[in-house]
């Protein structure tokens, strides 16, 4: 599995656990692995701290 598949599985996961304390889905703006396109170590693509991921949350609505 590569950095990229990694850190979207991440962000999924931590979705399903968000949604399990009670986030709404109407709350994610947004959920992406970021790896590919923004590694934290430049230099090695590689690199397994590049296995991260980005979360969006909007304001909750009542």
Request: no cysteine.
């Amino acid at each position: 599995m590569n950095n990229w598949k990694l850190s979207a599985e991440r962000a999924e996961i931590t979705r399903a656990i968000f949604a399990q304390k009670g986030v709404g889905a109407d709350r994610f703006m947004r959920i992406e692995g970021v790896a590919d396109r923004e590694p934290y170590i430049r230099q090695n693509r590689f690199d397994p701290r590049n296995r991260r991921m980005s979360i969006t949350l909007g304001w909750a609505r009542e």
